[in-house]
C-alpha cells in the first residue's frame, strides 16, 4: 500500500524550512502532496494562487511524487481527499512544541486513521519564519538563503 502524506500550512509564504521538511518528506513517503490552507480570518500577504504557484516552482526538481494544492476547512479532511495517512509538520525549537501537540492531538481526534509526523527542522533554517522573513523583505533586507528563490523574486516584487 502505497504510504501518503500530506504537509500543511499557510506557506505566507514559503520559506527554506519549509521547502527542506518538505524535500526530507517527500523521500519518506511514497507521495507528498503539499496543502495550502486557505483561511478567510487570515489577511495574507500573497493570494492563496501565487502562494500556490511559488511552492509549485519551488518544489519542481523533487519529483512527480510532490504536489502542491490549496484548501480550506480541515487537514484531516483534506488529508482524507487524498487518501493520506499522515500529516507532516516541521519542528523548529521547543516553542512550537506546544502548539503542534495540541493540533497533532486535535487531528486525531477528529481522524484517528491519520498520524502527524514531525520532522526537526534542519539547524540552519531553525530561526526562520514567514513572519521574519516578510519583515526582512518590508525593509528592503536580503532575503536571499532564508526564502526560496521563487518566493525571494515575489517578496522583492512586492515591496519594490
Ligand atoms: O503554517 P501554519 O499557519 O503553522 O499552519 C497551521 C495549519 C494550517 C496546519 C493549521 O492551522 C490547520 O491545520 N488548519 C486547518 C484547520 C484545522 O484542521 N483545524 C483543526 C486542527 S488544529
Redesign the pocket.
Known sequence: MSRVAVF?????PMTMA?LDVARRAAALFDSLVI?V?H?PRKAPLFAIEQRVEMIRASVAEFGANVEVQS????????AERHGAGF?V?GLRAVSDFE?EL??AH??RR?ERRVDTVFLMTALEFGYLS?TLAKEVAQFGGDVGGMVPPPVAEALAARFR
Do not use: K, W, Y
Open positions: 500543511p500550512g499557510s506557506f505566507d519549509h496543502g490552507l483561511n484548501f480550506d476547512g480541515l487537514t484531516v479532511e483534506f500529516i509538520r502548539a495540541q493540533m486535535t487531528n477528529l514567514s
